[in-house]
């Protein structure tokens, strides 16, 4: 039987960071606390919801768990003008934005307050954890209206990536990788058939990868050595499966952030066959570069 974690956790204004802790459900009716701590202010040693079982990042060997979020944003959410005004591309005007404005999308912020493409994940794998099998089909990197699709994307490392382009103009890829070495290479117009490339090491943070020919062009890719990592969708949810066991420090980027790390941990206890649900809200003062 699958048993349901909740927890809530509180953020405080100013960038500070929030410990809460959780409760089990079990024989009957639950109690889910709402706590908000407020801590320094720094914010390296952030933590998340309930206790662990020790310092570190480990799995404890009891199965895999799941996580459950949504990343929210709080206070009143900017407006953002667009990259591109529809028909106003001063390249390639024929293409791009051609039917619809190129958006900003530093910060997407949808139902609810969630926030769009924030990455979540374990800089490494935990200890003890499980080989895992290579995803067989190839991750896929678009173009379309002169704009990348998608504008966040999470791989594996050795994964194969696919380089698409659905524009009757050339493109041009450049990424900008911490450790593996850069691609940087013309797509050719109408391009369905892909230019193949791997990354052949995983990276701390994502980095950002652009386009030379069309300036506002820009996404951002984070290859793992692992599958522990998600990216928030338009409602700023995520999840995460087969999580080992054990107490975990996820890392949470975001583009729009200072510095991009919303937090560089976010401690989070994984229970054997349980779903842990967090809401993760952060006030406006911590976006904004």
């Known amino acids: 039987m699958m048993i349901v974690k909740r927890i809530s956790v509180g953020l405080t204004v100013c960038g500070l960071m929030a410990f809460v802790g959780g409760c089990d459900i079990g024989g ?34 009891g199965g895999p768990g799941t ?25 390639d005007p024929e293409v791009c934005a051609a039917d619809n404005a190129i958006p900003n999308e530093s ?21 003890g954890a499980p080989k895992t099998e290579m995803p067989s089909e190839p991750a896929i990197f678009d173009q379309k209206g002169c704009q990348f699709l998608p504008h966040c994307l999470l791989l594996r490392k050795g994964q194969k990536l696919k380089i698409l382009s659905d524009d009757p103009i050339a493109h041009n890829t450049h990424t900008f990788p911490a450790k593996n070495s850069s691609f940087n290479a013309g797509i050719k117009a109408g391009d369905r058939e892909g230019t193949e490339i791997v990354y052949a090491s995983s990276e701390s943070k994502p980095f950002a990868v652009k386009c030379d020919y069309h300036s506002w062009m820009n996404a951002y890719h984070l290859p793992l050595d692992h599958p522990y990592g998600a990216i928030s969708g338009d409602d700023g949810s995520f999840e995460i499966k087969d999580v080992p066991s054990g107490k975990h420090n996820f890392v949470i980027w975001h583009e729009g952030a200072k510095g991009g790390y919303l937090q560089r941990k976010y401690s989070v206890t994984i229970k054997a066959g349980e779903t842990t649900e967090v809401s993760i809200p952060y006030p406006a003062g911590k976006f904004g570069n």
């Open 28 to 61: 009957g009716a639950s109690v889910i606390p709402n706590v908000t701590v407020k801590l320094s202010e720094s914010d390296d040693t952030e933590t998340g919801p309930g206790p662990g079982p020790g310092p570190g990042v480990k799995s404890t060997g």
């Open 107 to 127: 910060l997407i912020v949808g139902d609810g307050n969630g926030v769009k493409n924030v990455f979540i994940y374990l800089s490494k794998a935990p200890k």
């Open 67 to 91: 996580l459950k979020g949504k990343v929210v944003f709080e206070g009143a959410v900017p407006k953002l003008a667009d990259l591109i005004a529809k028909g106003g591309a001063g390249k």
